[in-house]
């Protein structure tokens, strides 16, 4: 694939086109020409919905050849993160989006000298933005609440009006943008206020370093400086500010391969099971009223004095050898919470001076810009709302009706202001309630800039040219203040401002090559100095009472995050990593407190509490939680939508997502909004049956491994002894087998997944379905057990206790992940028994599968040990033609009857060996990356030529941690893992794992 | 005094029938007008086959997805049909050709319809492969090994599955030339009897020309018993090939060597079991008491006695190798069924195929018609549950415990088992009324008439009770 430096917008140009078009009818010549290119446009943007001839290219136009895809760098706006990204554009439109392996932010490259950037790291919802570009339930043009579509013209006049007088307020997310802000600053020029909130918000964290150290700012955090980082309820590997660069930085501190000897510990207090939680070397469950008193007795430790704590569940030994840690580990160490209470921020804060390690671990000098949102802005907004002195509200990008705690009154408080605007993709919560809806383009669509982090300057570009009338949502705020830019293409706004302030010299060119501008190295490099006197009354958060009740966590989840992303099939599919129930929130519940509640999985129960004074409520279905904080009960956010649009129901079939029986039932199919519930402190409250209950569209009801040796793993210590721990399992002799041995005379393809590495956010998931076209089924095929995913991300709970027939019943136990995908087996089960040979081995040892050729026996999938087969049950629909753009144009969809799965990404495979051939060089390492492994934050996931003894996989063959998911049984998998080594003492089990397997064959 | 009984053996025909007496009243039901039994019977069944083809249509039409099968349980009522309707199959052939060989006379007067019976049963057995198949339309011109123009694309002929394409369908054209040329003599007598031209030309047609003469006869009886010969081994092929569609497989709880006796003994058991269910019916509903006598039904009650405790072992077996093999997965695979989530099934299949027929120890209720009528429709069930225990329980829970799941079969897959024995029905009913249902011809050759037989049956006109003892004034032997 080759980089194409984008010099001029051809998303625009079919429209600059059409207008020369238009002025041209002169002469034959300039017709044939003007026609030519038209036609030329019809090609590459040739993903309008509206009909349209077309005709073959005439002349091929420069850098661009049809069937050949390119990548553009750009921005991704899946969630305020701003990760760098690139799009594979092929004939106009994209159809994959990866991470940039150049950004700071998420590329796992940084720092090499490379003249172009190269496919990378990406989250789920990052590699999921597709489905929002292409989703026709977007608003197609502008409307009014009332008359419905109308034309751009009325709005704007409406707008114009509008923004002319009284009290104008922009209401936004996170806007970080150099130019985004200066167009913002005209607005604000004319006297229009900027308010911008996040939904699930950081601002304590702010508020906190505004008092602590002077500097109302997020920090950046830098996990990769860290050897020992304790976490109180910041999922920092799931959602928590800048997922996808913290994932890859606390990886980097993990790695065992090569050598390497030493990782970082990580020490989680939570009361939910989070991501985060689940990775750490030690966990202690702790309710939120616990976390200020843990805190403040972790801070008496390392000598603050701030009196005694308050009563929690730690022991205090516990806490002396973290103090302990922490202290050894000095400026290396660092202390995060995700609370919104202040002082608990305040505490964090005086840790982190303390051990020193502002200016390593976490940097206040070069603040991140991805929370900007000011809660305080908030409050005032909504007071000069109830007040009635607010005129004009352009809500834009957001969605407060359905996000703010109190989102009813801001609905209520919308009916006093007069004129109510929304630039919006969709008609959500709060669009809906607006008079002008002013449909947006796509951030796919749009060319937008961004500084995540600061002095990095990131641009998104347009992938595609605009689907449908839709506008850049900046054009609409410079038409409506009537600026001199307002009949400028934003793009040239966009560039001036940047030409002016931000390239510094640097080309335009390159800037939008690289799709960032790196000016950080002028950043300060003096961090703010502490403030004692800004601790003010923190140590109060240490003597919060527990009332005993039980006591209501909301998360975002990782999947919808704030619920922007809940119209997106892929990502409400794939679930949330650590509860994988697809479809719908849950109230989470320990076991223990299930129990004590007296509730039973699938169970409709209302959650209700008083959080901040206001009586609030949600139902949810309820599910088990094994580690769960006894006495809390546990619900995401993102869910219960009502207006996020016709949610994919039944097996994705249209006509189904739009029953009215189906949509009545929603409060139950798309899960509760929990968005009420959530509170600065602590929120205690109670949970009663509603009677109801539902079946629950797991992706995996069994979560112990049953002592078996698939998952394997040992201790730090053990493995320093030992570097075969946990893996010295005596296997028979692998050279039996009845067939012909198999010879790779050229490539042999081959994977190796590091355990230690894989965090289980499942990004690989939704990157595999994307890049391989895998349907989504919906919520009753998933609770049959039918999703299709060819990668699945077992999760696996272990502790000493007994197995007791269904889920572990475990108090805290430790929870793996596993990338499941086709082993590609030499000894492959499935090959021998398919009657028709659709399934096969290659020459280079994959496991082939002939979709054209399977006659649906499914009796390859029986016979596959790793139950890695999916069967297409149905006819999957693809009948949604602006959803087809979507669809990799590389490889087929398959039709019903067919069983399909992992493939290693076989296009990518060709594509790679043809590039090597025309360029006449062999494969080199690291050239072909399948879909999962390019976008493993952590790079868990490894593939390449075990042929090629200088590849990873095959240097890595030889490390004694390398293994093969069920050796015993001579199936020789391409796919091998390496054990996970936990950083924390031996367990019991780790030290005697072969007389364990014999207790097991007793048992 | 026509018939001259043994002393020592009871007579394989009740009722001191004269060969006219046979001849009539087997052809009385292809003759003469139905009863309403019979148009009851055929009608519920042709009913029940109409459930079966819309649902299968159904499943053709939305695809496998309207069965409850998933991810990791990819075969569920399909397969295990398929497996019952083969196992029913085999007792036709054991009972016409083993005991034929074997000189089995008592077999006569039963064989017809047990052959019968495994025709249809191996019908029934073909569908369900075929429809299991995510693509019929193709799949079905894909399994056959036909000169193609796809270049190196051909069967795979190391697949248990190809191999079940040809066993079934080798069983298939055997049992069914068999049973035809089995047919000839009777057709041929029937043809004689017929007073409408189209019955003269359908049986004249199909009786091929037989007159009756020596030479007929000869040639009669040595194709028979090649046929005989031929169709033996495949009892034992048929269910063995069947067998090593699990036995071949890595999946703890198929992958096991005892399967293949284990499934021809549990073929003969569910066969015997069917045979049993169908004579009894038969006999009742067709008056054939004369015919179909209580030794016959204690016979097969000792083969169900013998074949169920043949599989009883084999369940022992299989735990007992579970364990001894020291494989977590294969021991646990047992443990699972018979305490996992699917113990239920588990023990449906111990308490109908181990346990109940145990009570056949008794030669009281050996002689019961009504008892084994129940006990023949526990085996019935026990057989499909075998299956369905073998199948699902495997599957359901085998290596990685994250794929484990369970599996809730659909309405249509339940209508789709009760439709195939509409259809089974539906067969049997259209066979006993267009074909002689007892093999009159070879019934005629058990009867043991003596010198002074009387072809008119007149003077045997008298009731000759044949229970235990020979009837009154038949001469006592002496042992001495």
């Known amino acids: 694939m080759e980089i194409q430096t984008q010099n001029d917008d051809f998303s625009d140009m079919p429209a600059e086109l059409r207008q020369e078009a238009e002025q041209v009818s002169k002469s034959r010549r300039d017709f044939m020409k003007v026609t030519g290119m038209a036609a030329m446009g019809a090609v590459i943007a040739g993903c309008t919905a509206e009909d349209r001839i077309v005709k073959p290219l005439v002349n091929k136009p420069e850098g661009i050849t049809p069937g050949v895809a390119y990548q553009y760098a750009s921005t991704c706006q899946g969630c305020s993160a701003n990760c760098g990204t690139l799009m594979k554009v092929r004939d106009g439109r994209p159809v994959k989006i990866e991470g940039n392996n150049l950004s700071p932010i998420n590329g796992k490259h940084r720092g090499l000298n490379m003249d172009a950037p190269k496919a990378g790291a990406l989250c789920a919802v990052g590699q999921a933005q597709l489905w929002t570009l292409y989703n026709p339930d977007r608003l197609q043009g502008p409307r009014h609440k009332e008359d419905g579509e109308v034309e751009w013209s009325k709005l704007d006049a409406a707008a114009s009006a509008a923004v002319k007088g009284g009290k104008v307020v922009l209401l936004t997310g996170t806007i970080s943008g150099s130019s985004a802000n200066a167009v913002i600053g005209k607005l604000k020029a004319k006297g229009a206020h900027h308010v911008s909130y996040d939904a699930v918000s950081r601002y304590s964290i702010a508020k906190a370093h505004a008092d602590t150290h002077g500097k109302s700012a997020v920090p950046r955090y830098r996990f990769a400086e860290a050897t020992v980082v304790v976490t109180f309820d910041a999922d920092f590997l799931g959602t928590w500010i800048s997922p996808v660069e913290h994932a890859r930085d606390w990886a980097t501190q993990r790695d065992l391969k090569f050598g390497r000897d030493s990782m970082s510990r990580l020490v989680a207090f939570e009361a939910r099971m989070s991501l985060t939680g689940a990775n750490a070397d030690e966990r202690h469950r702790i309710k939120d009223s616990e976390r200020g008193a843990v805190l403040v007795e972790l801070a008496n430790k390392l000598g603050a004095n701030l009196g005694a704590a308050g009563k929690h569940s730690v022991p205090a030994d516990v806490i002396e050898k973290l103090a302990d840690e922490l202290k050894s580990a000095g400026k290396r160490g660092l202390v995060v919470t995700g609370s919104r209470d202040v002082r608990e921020q305040k505490l964090c804060n005086w840790i982190n001076h303390t051990l020193g390690a502002y200016g390593t671990t976490l940097d206040l000098a070069a603040a991140s810009h991805q929370k900007l949102g000011n809660d305080e802005d908030l409050a005032r907004l909504l007071k000069d709302m109830e007040a009635g002195s607010v005129s004009t509200l352009i809500v834009w990008g957001c969605n407060p009706v359905y996000d703010l705690p109190d989102g009813e009154k801001f609905k209520e408080l919308m009916g006093k202001v007069s004129n109510t605007i929304a630039i919006t993709l969709r008609a959500d919560e709060t669009a809906s309630e607006c008079t002008w809806l002013a449909a947006s383009d796509d951030a796919l669509e749009s060319w937008n800039d961004f500084e995540p982090v600061k002095g990095l300057h990131t641009l998104a570009q347009p992938g595609v040219r605009r689907l449908w009338d839709t506008r850049n949502g900046y054009s609409c705020l410079l038409k409506w203040m009537d600026d001199a830019d307002k009949n400028k293409e934003y793009r040239d706004v966009l560039k001036a401002h940047w030409e002016a302030n931000v390239l510094n010299g640097q080309s335009w060119g390159s800037a939008v090559e690289m799709g960032f501008v790196d000016r950080s190295a002028a950043n300060s490099k003096t961090q703010p100095d502490f403030r004692p006197a800004g601790m003010g009354d923190a140590k109060a958060a240490g003597s919060v009472a527990d009332t005993g009740a039980l006591e209501v966590t909301v998360y975002e989840s990782y999947n919808l995050r704030d619920g922007r992303h809940a119209v997106n099939g892929w990502l409400q599919e794939m679930a949330d990593p650590m509860v994988r129930v697809s479809w719908t929130n849950l109230a989470l519940m320990s076991p223990t407190t299930m129990e004590a509640q007296g509730v039973a999985e699938g169970d409709i129960v209302e959650v209700s509490a008083d959080v901040d004074g206001r009586k609030a409520s949600c139902k949810v279905p309820v599910m088990r939680q094994p580690g769960q904080a006894e006495g809390t009960v546990a619900i995401s956010l993102g869910y219960g939508r009502t207006k996020a649009g016709p949610i994919v129901h039944g097996r994705g079939k249209e006509e189904d997502a739009v029953d009215p029986d189906l949509l009545a039932e929603g409060v139950y199919r798309i899960g509760g909004n929990a968005f009420p519930l959530m509170g600065t402190t602590a929120v205690g409250g109670s949970i009663s049956k509603t009677g109801d209950s539902i079946r629950l569209a797991k992706i995996s009801k069994h979560d112990s491994q049953e002592g078996r040796p698939i998952l394997k793993q040992t201790s730090l210590e053990e493995w320093k002894k030992k570097p075969n721990a946990g893996n010295d399992q005596e296997l028979p002799s692998a050279d039996f087998t009845i067939w012909p041995k198999w010879e790779y005379k050229g490539h042999k393809w081959g994977m190796t997944v590091d355990l230690n590495a894989c965090i289980g956010c499942g990004a690989c998931q939704v990157a595999c379905s994307v890049e391989n076209n895998v349907p989504i089924v919906g919520k009753e095929e998933v609770w049959r057990r039918r999703e299709m995913h060819w990668v699945r991300i077992d999760a696996y709970y272990e502790d000493d206790s007994p197995f007791d027939g269904n889920l572990t019943k475990n108090e805290n136990p430790e929870v793996g992940f596993q990338p499941m995908m086709c082993q590609h087996c030499e000894n492959a089960p499935c090959e021998t028994v398919c009657p028709v040979i659709a399934t096969s081995h290659s020459e280079e040892g994959l496991n082939v599968q002939a979709y054209n050729r399977c006659i649906g026996t499914r009796y390859c999938a029986n016979n596959c040990p790793y139950k890695v087969r999916r069967f297409n049950w149905f006819r999957y629909e693809h009948h949604n033609l602006t959803m087809n753009l979507a669809l990799n144009p590389d490889l087929v969809v398959r039709s019903r009857g067919v069983m399909e799965k992992c493939s290693m990404c076989a296009q990518r495979i060709y594509e790679g060996k043809r590039n090597a051939a025309l360029n006449n060089e062999d494969v080199k390492d690291g050239n072909i990356q399948t879909a999962c492994a390019q976008t493993c934050p952590t790079d868990a996931i490894m593939f390449g030529d075990r042929n090629d003894a200088k590849s990873t996989v095959a240097r890595l063959e030889k490390d004694p941690r390398n293994y093969a998911v069920l050796a015993e049984i001579n199936t020789r998998p391409a796919v091998t893992y390496l054990t996970k080594v936990r950083n924390r003492p031996a367990k019991k089990s780790e030290l005697a794992l072969e007389h364990d397997a014999h207790a097991h064959e007793e048992h | ?480």
């Open chain 2, 1 to 480: 005094m026509g018939h001259v009984y043994s002393p020592l053996r009871k007579p394989l025909v009740d009722g001191d029938k004269s060969m006219h007496d046979i001849t009539h009243d087997v052809c009385r039901s292809i003759e003469g007008k139905p009863t309403a039994l019979w148009w009851y019977g055929f009608l519920v069944s042709a009913a029940v086959l109409g459930v079966f083809l819309v649902v299968t249509g159904w499943t053709l039409y939305e695809g496998i997805g309207v069965w409850g099968l998933n991810k990791t349980v990819g075969w569920g009522f399909d397969i295990t049909n398929f497996v019952f309707w083969v196992g029913i199959g085999h007792a036709g052939t054991l009972i016409s050709a083993v005991l034929h060989l074997f000189r089995q006379k008592w077999r006569t007067s039963i064989n017809r319809s047990a052959e019968a019976m495994t025709l249809f049963a191996v019908v029934c057995a073909g569908l369900f492969p075929l429809i299991h198949m995510g693509r019929l339309w193709i799949g079905f011109l894909w399994v056959a090994p036909y000169p193609n123009l796809r270049g190196p694309l051909w069967v795979n002929f190391r697949s248990p599955l190809l191999w079940d394409v040809f066993a079934i369908s080798t069983y298939l054209t055997i049992s069914a030339v068999f049973w035809y040329i089995g047919l000839i003599p009777d057709l041929a007598t029937v043809r004689d009897r017929a007073k409408h031209w189209a019955r003269k030309l359908f049986y004249g047609t199909l009786a091929q020309g037989w007159n009756g003469s020596v030479r007929n006869w000869n040639h009669y009886e040595k194709a028979y018993m090649i046929f005989a010969g031929l169709a033996t081994p495949l009892v034992f092929s048929v269910h063995s090939i069947v067998s090593m569609d699990f036995a071949t497989s890595v999946i703890p709880g198929w992958h096991t060597t005892i399967f293949p006796p284990y499934f021809v003994a549990g073929a003969i058991f569910s066969g015997f079991g069917m045979v049993l269910t169908l004579l009894l019916i038969a006999r009742k509903t067709m008056r054939l008491e004369s015919y179909i006598t209580l030794d016959h039904l204690e016979s097969m009650g000792k083969v169900i006695i013998l074949t169920g405790s043949m599989v009883g072992l084999a369940y022992g077996t299989e735990f007992f190798i579970a364990w001894y093999s020291g494989s977590i997965y294969e021991s646990f695979a047992f443990i699972n069924r018979a305490t996992g989530p699917f113990a239920w099934s588990y023990w449906i299949m111990v308490s109908c195929n181990v346990i109940s027929p145990q009570t056949l120890w008794f030669r009281k209720l050996r002689r019961n018609p009504w008892f084994l009528f129940i006990l023949s429709i526990f085996v019935n069930i026990g057989m499909w549950f075998e299956r369905f225990v073998i199948i699902v329980t495997s599957l359901h829970r085998d290596y990685l415990p994250s794929s484990w799941s369970y599996y809730y079969p659909t309405t249509i897959e339940v209508l789709e088992l009760v439709g195939s024995f509409g259809l089974f029905f539906f067969l049997f009913f259209l066979f006993v009324r267009v074909m002689p249902a007892v093999a009159f011809g070879e019934v005629k050759g058990v009867l043991k008439m003596g010198k002074n037989y009387d072809p008119t049956g007149a003077s045997a006109k008298k009731h000759v009770p044949h229970d235990d003892k020979p009837a009154e004034g038949t001469p006592e032997v002496s042992h001495a």
